[in-house]
C-alpha cells in the first residue's frame, strides 16, 4: 500500500481554490520533491496531507488513515516540519527535545532524546541553547524533534530555507539516510539542487498538478531545447535574443549564455544571423531543470 495515497484534494478559502484537484501517490521509502511557485499551494497540500486542514474535496491516505476522517491518527503517525520550526530560545537543544518527548508521550524519556541526539549528531551540542544556534543547526534540532517519534513519513515543508550550503548538504544526507531506512519523505523546496537529490519531484502552480516525473523525465517531457553560446559580448547578445520569435528564454551561467525554445528548428533558426560571429562558440546544451521551472512558470502568466 501506498504511503500517501490521496486522489481529488481540494482546498478553497473563500471563493478561492488554492489547492486544485490533486492526487498523490508516494511510496515507502521515497523521497518526493514537492516544488511550484509561492503561494501554489504546497503547504496547503501538506497540511491536508498531516492532518491540520480538512480537504474540501478529495479522498484518500495517509500511513493508511483516512485524511477525512482519521486525521487525528494521521497527526500523531507522521513527522511534520513546518516553514517555521518553534522552539524555546532559552532552553538548550536536550531541553528541547525533552519536551517534545513529553508531547509524544515517549517511555522512556531520557532514552529517546539521547537516541535522536546520537542519531542527528547533536550530543556534543546538547547544552547549547537553541536560541544561539546557527540556521544549520536550527533546522538539524527542528528535523530531531520531527522524527524522534520515528514516523514512517515525513512532511517537511521548505526545510532548508535560508540554511548555507554545507548544511543542507549535511540536513540531505540525513534525509536519505532515513529513507534509508525506509523511512517515506514530502519535501517542499525552491532549491533546484534539491530537488535533483529527490526520486521523484512533483510540480504545482496555482494549484494544480502540472508536472511530475524523475527529474530526468521533467525535463524530457518539457519539449525544451538548448543552445549555449560562450565567448564574445554576452550581455550585448542576450539583450539581442531577447524576444526574438523562437527563443523563450535566454539566461547567463556564468560565463555562458543558455538560449532555450521548445521548437528546435525555430530555436535554430533564431540563432543562425548571430552563429556567424566569431567571436562566440554555439553548441548544444543539456536543459536545465531550472529551464522548464521558468518555462511552467511562464506558462501560468499567459492567458
Ligand atoms: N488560512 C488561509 N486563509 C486564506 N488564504 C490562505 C490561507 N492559507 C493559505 N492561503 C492562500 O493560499 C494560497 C496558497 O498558499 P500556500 O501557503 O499553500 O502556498 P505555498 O505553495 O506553500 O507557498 P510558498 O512557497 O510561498 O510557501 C496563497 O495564495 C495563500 O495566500
Same mark, same amino acid.
Given at each position: 500500500?501506498? #504511503?500517501? @495515497? +490521496?486522489?481529488?484534494?481540494?482546498? &478553497?478559502?473563500?471563493?478561492?481554490? #488554492? +489547492?486544485?484537484? !490533486?492526487?498523490?501517490? !508516494?511510496?515507502?521509502g521515497?523521497?518526493?520533491g514537492?516544488?511550484?511557485p509561492?503561494?501554489?499551494?504546497?503547504?496547503?497540500?501538506?497540511?491536508?496531507?498531516?492532518?491540520l486542514?480538512?480537504?474540501?474535496a478529495?479522498?484518500?491516505?495517509?500511513?493508511?488513515?483516512?485524511?477525512?476522517?482519521?486525521?487525528?491518527k494521521? =497527526?500523531?503517525?507522521?513527522g511534520?516540519m513546518t516553514?517555521?520550526?518553534?522552539?524555546?530560545e532559552?532552553?538548550?537543544?536536550?531541553?528541547?527535545?525533552?519536551?517534545?518527548?513529553? /508531547?509524544?508521550?515517549?517511555?522512556?524519556?531520557?532514552a529517546?532524546?539521547? &537516541?535522536? %541526539?546520537?542519531?542527528?549528531?547533536?550530543?556534543?551540542?546538547?547544552?547549547q %541553547?537553541?536560541?544561539?544556534?546557527?540556521g544549520?543547526?536550527?533546522?538539524?534540532l527542528?528535523l530531531?524533534?520531527? #522524527?524522534?517519534?520515528?514516523?514512517?513519513? /515525513?512532511?517537511?515543508?521548505?526545510?532548508?530555507?535560508?540554511?548555507?550550503?554545507?548544511?543542507?548538504?549535511?540536513?540531505?544526507?540525513?534525509?536519505?539516510?532515513l529513507?534509508?531506512?525506509?523511512?517515506?519523505?514530502l519535501?517542499?523546496t525552491?532549491y533546484?539542487?534539491?530537488?535533483? &537529490?529527490?526520486?521523484?519531484?512533483?510540480y504545482?502552480?496555482?494549484? =494544480?498538478v502540472?508536472?511530475?516525473?524523475? #527529474?530526468?523525465?521533467?525535463v524530457?517531457n518539457?519539449?525544451?531545447?538548448t543552445?549555449?553560446?560562450r565567448g564574445?559580448?554576452?550581455?550585448?547578445?542576450?539583450?539581442?535574443?531577447?524576444? !526574438?520569435?523562437?527563443?523563450?528564454? !535566454? @539566461?547567463?551561467?556564468?560565463?555562458?549564455?543558455?538560449v532555450?525554445?521548445?521548437?528546435?528548428?525555430?530555436?535554430?533558426? @533564431?540563432?543562425?544571423?548571430?552563429?556567424?560571429?566569431?567571436?562566440?562558440?554555439?553548441?548544444?546544451?543539456?536543459t536545465?531543470?531550472?529551464d522548464?521551472f521558468?518555462?511552467?512558470?511562464a506558462?501560468?502568466?499567459?492567458?
Amino acid at each position: 500500500m501506498s #504511503v500517501i @495515497a +490521496v486522489e481529488g484534494l481540494t482546498k &478553497r478559502f473563500g471563493t478561492r481554490t #488554492v +489547492v486544485d484537484n !490533486v492526487s498523490l501517490s !508516494v511510496e515507502e521509502g521515497e523521497i518526493v520533491g514537492f516544488l511550484g511557485p509561492n503561494g501554489s499551494g504546497k503547504t496547503t497540500t501538506i497540511r491536508m496531507l498531516c492532518g491540520l486542514l480538512t480537504p474540501d474535496a478529495g479522498t484518500g491516505t495517509c500511513l493508511g488513515h483516512d485524511v477525512r476522517s482519521e486525521a487525528w491518527k494521521i =497527526k500523531q503517525a507522521v513527522g511534520y516540519m513546518t516553514q517555521r520550526f518553534s522552539f524555546y530560545e532559552d532552553l538548550t537543544i536536550a531541553e528541547n527535545l525533552d519536551f517534545v518527548a513529553r /508531547l509524544y508521550a515517549l517511555r522512556p524519556r531520557q532514552a529517546h532524546v539521547a &537516541r535522536t %541526539l546520537d542519531a542527528l549528531g547533536l550530543t556534543h551540542r546538547r547544552d547549547q %541553547l537553541a536560541g544561539a544556534l546557527s540556521g544549520g543547526w536550527k533546522q538539524r534540532l527542528a528535523l530531531a524533534a520531527c #522524527v524522534m517519534h520515528q514516523p514512517r513519513l /515525513l512532511l517537511l515543508d521548505e526545510p532548508t530555507a535560508g540554511v548555507d550550503p554545507k548544511a543542507r548538504r549535511e540536513f540531505w544526507d540525513q534525509i536519505h539516510t532515513l529513507a534509508g531506512d525506509g523511512v517515506t519523505v514530502l519535501v517542499s523546496t525552491h532549491y533546484m539542487d534539491e530537488a535533483e &537529490r529527490c526520486h521523484r519531484i512533483v510540480y504545482i502552480s496555482s494549484g =494544480k498538478v502540472i508536472a511530475r516525473g524523475t #527529474v530526468e523525465e521533467v525535463v524530457a517531457n518539457s519539449g525544451l531545447v538548448t543552445y549555449v553560446a560562450r565567448g564574445g559580448d554576452l550581455h550585448a547578445l542576450q539583450t539581442r535574443l531577447e524576444g !526574438v520569435d523562437g527563443i523563450e528564454q !535566454v @539566461a547567463p551561467f556564468g560565463a555562458t549564455l543558455h538560449v532555450v525554445g521548445s521548437d528546435l528548428g525555430r530555436l535554430e533558426a @533564431a540563432i543562425a544571423p548571430y552563429r556567424t560571429d566569431p567571436a562566440t562558440a554555439w553548441s548544444r546544451g543539456e536543459t536545465s531543470l531550472e529551464d522548464v521551472f521558468i518555462q511552467l512558470m511562464a506558462g501560468k502568466d499567459r492567458p
